[in-house]
């Protein structure tokens, strides 16, 4: 095992003040790394020695008269303390509270105050997280201040690094977190997910959620070879058509995956998933979809297009809201000409969505995953998102309930 402390650390800076620096702490193992996230404390934090606050990403310090405010467009606080600016420009995850008093020659209270105040709006990171990782690379050093020279030239090490940042801005705003999203991110390991489908919105969801850290991603379809149209701006290319899909996808998993995977042994010897989710395009298999119901395997369903439309939706979440049978029901009984249209699609060829329509798609459904992963919410549980080509932003919503003819819910 490698350890990398402090790597959190190492972001924060990047984060609050522009630098790149790693500090590395620990033994020297082949396979796995220890990225530290989040500086080390909670936030009763604002009351531990050991807490190093840092405002969260892209909260922004305005002079307001003799106050100043902290916030973003949406939202904000205004701070009347005195010396609230020297303390606010100090919170860069860099020093805990007792060093910034010290250095400001500032009561501690005042400083604990402040950030008690930004932590109640939700502006700072108090708490700290680590992150275990595969290392793509064997690291040689058996000398720690050596090491964590080698740590801050070390691409792989970096690049991971500026990856995982753009991933914080999303989690790090999610309610209650205070380790800067880091946790939440490290749990997308934790998350077994099968897309099943043959489409462009597969192959790009399966490149994209596989790129958000969620490292047990795999795609299932019924495609043996890639073919022309599944060359979409994404992640196959020219040069993939008429190759294996299931190899050319095992490859793409290596270099898309936020989290390095190992080499040579199997995904699954990393960290095993203990949650599993499924996303189907297209025609939903029935016998898989009796398993997922038994086994409580939450499922989300894409339809297939209808003419230049596409469902999204809704996400099932067994013995809790509407099964696919309950929303089958609900629309039979809403509109007498739907179970002939269903009939027919279930038997016609699947319609491909232009390349704009997938890539749309394809991120929203992502953000819609993720958020569930991250927090077990979405707008899509128990819900339909109507999305016509000609006005992508005017989503329609449907929502359905337990239908008392399914029986899904004895
Ligand atoms: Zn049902």
Known sequence: MLTLGRLLAAILATLCAGKTSAVTKGDSSPMRKTMELAHESTISSSHSESSKPRLKVGVRVLTKGEAIFVGSAEFGIELHSPRAREIVNHLNGLQTNSEISALL??????????????????????HSSTLEIHSRFHSHSRNGATHQNDLAFDGAYLQIQSKLIPELSFTTWLKDVRDGG????????DIDLQIIGDNRIASLLFGIMLSSGVSHTTLHSSHVRIETQDICAGYFRASDIGLSLNARAEELSRELSLFPLPQKISKNEEILPTRSLRVVLGKVPADQLQEWM???IPH???????????????LVIPGSGPCLRCVRITREEGDLIWR????????????????????????????????????????????????NYHSPCNTEHRNFSQHPACGCNW
Not at 182 to 189: A, P, Q
Not at 300 to 307: A, F, Q, V
């Open 182 to 189: 880091v946790s939440h991110i490290g749990s997308r390991r």
């Open 300 to 314: 989300l369903i894409i339809e297939d297009p209808d003419g230049a439309s596409i469902n999204i939706g809704p």
């Open 294 to 296: 038994s086994q409580g």
């Open 105 to 126: 020659a500032v009561d501690i209270k005042q400083v604990e105050e402040v950030i008690s105040q930004l932590d109640k709006e939700h502006l700072v990171d108090t």
């Open 340 to 387: 002939e249209i269903e009939w027919q699609r279930a038997f016609a060829q699947s319609l491909e969505t232009p390349v704009a329509v997938a890539h749309s798609v394809a991120g929203t459904v992502a953000l819609e995953l993720l958020r569930f992963i991250d927090t077990g919410q979405s707008t899509l549980i128990g819900s339909m998102a109507h999305i």
